[in-house]
């Protein structure tokens, strides 16, 4: 056996601790796998370290296994459909694969569908983080000191947890006081509160991240940048709130996966890490990039589109809009020396190349129940209109 240092052992998960000179003990849970973040999240593991990865998701609307056939094969990947609100079947996952740490992505995340309903934000998010803390606090007291000193429960929220921007030149810090706008963000504010009070109540090692927007393959179709190249390949309107000059920090999917990675391994217990991809772009420059983009790869239009900007509608604002989010991510640049690969230029051009050669992904969530529809749409002049 390997005896480290305990200086060792106290700034490291012990799924990298050397107890056996060479093997390593490695499970990591990872929450709401089947969605857009979480599946490059389980991704990133498996392709590219020597961790197991066990991808605890409920399969809502949004969770689909098929961005996950790459790895799907492999013996460090596992699979199990269990709703983070149901404690029983948590704490029988935690007592079969006693994981290292857990990374905790499971949410409901739309914001339009947060106004029109909100209770589904409040179970997953926050009762279901509630039920997720306790089975994970009761797991890791029954490990022996050097494991729980190395244990890590990481909660991966968002930059919408802030509020809004406007009218300021300012950046999201670590730092900048909580104030949501939306059911959704005020849903995930409370499960970092939550996250957070375990740390400091019950000594829970807990890490937490808050996120730019994201965007990159196998993102499920009702957001902004998805919605926008599946509905302008079929010739529909590309509906933009107001008069799209929000302004949006956007994160490339993989970078964002790099990135939390990094900070469950490296991160320092307690800490929070702001996640950003320094591209601060305006919602109409975004729709543009995309139509810029889809002439010069997709050229060939569906009848009677003379050119893929004459499809952008502007429907009335989004009640409760913030204008602006932007990420200082100095700090885990400084702490952790992470940076994104990605600017917005080439990562958009990957995403659309992705979408238009992976028409079998999103032609299936299509078959589904979802019809690239977008909640609460009305028309700048009030009238209502089904994107559809």
């Given at each position: 056996?390997?005896?480290?240092?305990?200086?060792?052992?106290?700034?490291?998960?012990?799924?990298?601790?050397?107890?056996?000179?060479?093997?390593?003990?490695?499970?990591?849970?990872?929450?709401?796998?089947?969605?857009?973040?979480?599946?490059?999240?389980?991704?990133?593991?498996?392709?590219?370290?020597?961790?197991?990865?066990?991808?605890?998701?409920?399969?809502?609307?949004?969770?689909?296994?098929?961005?996950?056939?790459?790895?799907?094969?492999?013996?460090?990947?596992?699979?199990?459909?269990?709703?983070?609100?149901?404690?029983?079947?948590?704490?029988?996952?935690?007592?079969?694969?006693?994981?290292?740490?857990?990374?905790?992505?499971?949410?409901?995340?739309?914001?339009?569908?947060?106004?029109?309903?909100?209770?589904?934000?409040?179970?997953?998010?926050?009762?279901?983080?509630?039920?997720?803390?306790?089975?994970?606090?009761?797991?890791?007291?029954?490990?022996?000191?050097?494991?729980?000193?190395?244990?890590?429960?990481?909660?991966?929220?968002?930059?919408?947890?802030?509020?809004?921007?406007?009218?300021?030149?300012?950046?999201?810090?670590?730092?900048?006081?909580?104030?949501?706008?939306?059911?959704?963000?005020?849903?995930?504010?409370?499960?970092?509160?939550?996250?957070?009070?375990?740390?400091?109540?019950?000594?829970?090692?807990?890490?937490?991240?808050?996120?730019?927007?994201?965007?990159?393959?196998?993102?499920?179709?009702?957001?902004?940048?998805?919605?926008?190249?599946?509905?302008?390949?079929?010739?529909?309107?590309?509906?933009?709130?107001?008069?799209?000059?929000?302004?949006?920090?956007?994160?490339?999917?993989?970078?964002?996966?790099?990135?939390?990675?990094?900070?469950?391994?490296?991160?320092?217990?307690?800490?929070?890490?702001?996640?950003?991809?320094?591209?601060?772009?305006?919602?109409?420059?975004?729709?543009?990039t995309i139509c810029a983009l889809l002439e010069e790869l997709a050229p060939r239009k569906p009848d009677g589109v003379e050119k893929y900007t004459d499809l952008i509608t502007f429907v009335k604002d989004r009640p409760g809009h913030d204008a602006r989010y932007a990420i200082d991510a100095a700090k885990i640049q400084k702490e952790l020396g992470w940076t994104p690969d990605e600017s917005f230029e080439t990562g958009i051009r990957k995403t659309v190349e992705w979408y238009l050669n992976n028409t079998d992904w999103?032609?299936?969530?299509?078959?589904?129940?979802?019809?690239?529809?977008?909640?609460?749409?009305?028309?700048?002049?009030?009238?209502?209109?089904?994107?559809?």
């Open positions: 056996m390997v005896l480290l240092p305990i200086s060792f052992i106290e700034s490291k998960p012990f799924f990298f601790l050397d107890f056996l000179g060479g093997e390593v003990m490695d499970t990591i849970f990872v929450t709401g796998g089947a969605g857009f973040i979480g599946s490059a999240v389980v991704r990133h593991i498996v392709q590219n370290t020597t961790c197991k990865v066990v991808n605890i998701d409920k399969l809502t609307y949004a969770g689909n296994l098929q961005s996950l056939s790459s790895i799907d094969g492999s013996e460090r990947y596992f699979f199990e459909q269990v709703d983070i609100c149901d404690k029983k079947a948590l704490d029988k996952l935690f007592a079969h694969y006693s994981p290292a740490a857990v990374m905790h992505l499971a949410a409901e995340s739309h914001v339009d569908r947060s106004i029109d309903g909100p209770g589904a934000f409040i179970e997953t998010n926050i009762t279901g983080t509630y039920t997720l803390l306790e089975s994970a606090r009761e797991y890791w007291l029954s490990l022996e000191e050097s494991k729980q000193i190395a244990f890590r429960f990481h909660q991966i929220s968002t930059d919408e947890v802030y509020g809004d921007l406007e009218g300021t030149t300012d950046l999201f810090t670590e730092e900048t006081p909580y104030a949501p706008s939306s059911p959704y963000s005020a849903s995930k504010a409370a499960s970092d509160h939550l996250v957070r009070a375990w740390g400091r109540t019950y000594g829970l090692p807990i890490v937490v991240t808050n996120c730019s927007n994201n965007y990159g393959p196998f993102h499920f179709p009702e957001k902004l940048i998805p919605h926008v190249i599946l509905n302008a390949l079929a010739g529909k309107p590309l509906p933009i709130y107001g008069d799209g000059s929000q302004i949006r920090d956007w994160l490339y999917v993989e970078d964002h996966a790099r990135a939390l990675f990094k900070v469950v391994t490296e991160g320092e217990v307690g800490e929070t890490y702001n996640i950003g991809g320094h591209n601060e772009k305006k919602n109409i420059e975004v729709v543009e999103w032609q299936n969530v299509l078959n589904g129940n979802y019809k690239l529809e977008r909640i609460g749409q009305e028309k700048q002049e009030g009238t209502k209109e089904v994107i559809a």
